[in-house]
Structures are given as C-alpha cells and as structure tokens.
C-alpha cells in the first residue's frame, strides 16, 4: 500500500485509495459496507466523532479502511 490520499467520488459511491477502488453500499446513517470488485472487504462506520475501518479479510488493511472511512466521511460531511 502507498502513501496517497484516498479519493472520494460521492456521485459513483466509491472511493480510490493505494491502487484499489472501493464502492461504498450503505448499510445506514453512519455505516458502509465497503466492495472492492463486488466483494465485501470489510465495512466503514462512523461513531462517537471518529470514522473506523474495520477489514473483513486479507485484501485491504484495517489502517487502509480507517484512511478511507476518514475521507469518505469527510466527503459526506462537505457535501451537506
């Protein structure tokens, strides 16, 4: 995994981060389930005033999910 910042594309649901593209589907307010070829990798949620990545396999790291929730929720909260 790089260094780069994930890239938040709210119209498509995804987001672009160290060479994989994630599609978020969400699950509820604050919580996503987080896909990267159809795939459920793990899930993104935001609670308490933090945004959490939580991986649910070897594909993607928990610290990869966290920079991911981070921006994503990031996007949301500018979007209005």
Known sequence: MNDSLPQVDLK???VTHAGFTFAMR?????SFTVLHEGVP????????GAANGVAEGPTVTEDALTAVAEAWFAALDADG
């Open 26 to 30: 969400q699950l509820s307010e604050d």
């Open 12 to 14: 498509s649901n995804t």
């Open 41 to 48: 990798v793990g899930r993104v949620v935001y609670t308490f």
